[in-house]
């Protein structure tokens, strides 16, 4: 797969996120993959594969968030096996704590799957709108 083939795979599937649908994004992620999330809050730090990203990071985030999670990506630039994805959540936590971070999401996809994620996002939010993880 091409840089044009990653970044339509990220677009179809943010498609579907923007809807509240994340299974199609999930689907793209690699057993073996690595979620960077950059800052110094409790949430940051790296999720190695699959089982973790979604057992310690998506599940504990997503169970605070008011309905299901909602972000519209509006940027997408590719290149070689990374793609550089820009987007805006549009969320409130359990509590009633308007959650609308921005996002920027460098991916590295091989074969079709995300084999590495970093994100980059208002870490002051996150700490301030999320209780710390278990």
């Not at 840089?3 to 999930?26: C, H, M, W």
């Amino acid at each position: 797969m091409d840089a044009t083939d990653n970044k339509e795979l990220l677009r179809q599937a943010f498609t579907e996120v923007a809807k509240g649908d994340s299974g199609p994004f999930i689907d793209l992620l690699a057993d073996d993959v690595r979620w960077t999330i950059i800052g110094s809050t409790a949430w940051s730090g790296t999720y190695e594969g699959k089982k973790a990203v979604l057992d310690d990071l998506l599940r504990p985030v997503t169970e605070q968030l008011r309905g299901r999670a909602i972000i519209a990506a509006h940027r997408f630039i590719a290149e070689d096996d990374l793609v550089v994805v820009e987007g805006r959540g549009r969320n409130s936590t359990t509590s009633g704590v308007r959650y609308h971070n921005e996002y920027c999401w460098v991916f590295r996809l091989d074969g079709g799957r995300i084999r590495e994620l970093t994100e980059y996002a208002d870490t002051q939010l996150i700490a301030s709108a999320l209780r710390a993880p278990d």
